[in-house]
């Protein structure tokens, strides 16, 4: 299952897309979704 909480927590500290992929263990599209859809409704981690 995708943890969309982790995603958001590394973009925050840097990492590019790839990298947060890898650590996440999902694909790269998954995660571009992810960040598209959280910034298109205004959301980050914090």
Excluded: F
């Excluded at 590019?16 to 992929?21: E, H």
């Excluded at 890898?22 to 992810?34: E, F, L, N, P, W």
């Amino acid at each position: 299952m995708t943890n969309y909480r982790e995603i958001l927590r590394l973009r925050s500290l840097g990492l590019n897309k790839s990298q947060i992929a890898a650590a996440c263990g999902c694909s790269r599209t998954t995660v571009i979704k992810v960040l598209d859809l959280a910034t298109a409704n205004g959301i980050s981690y914090a």
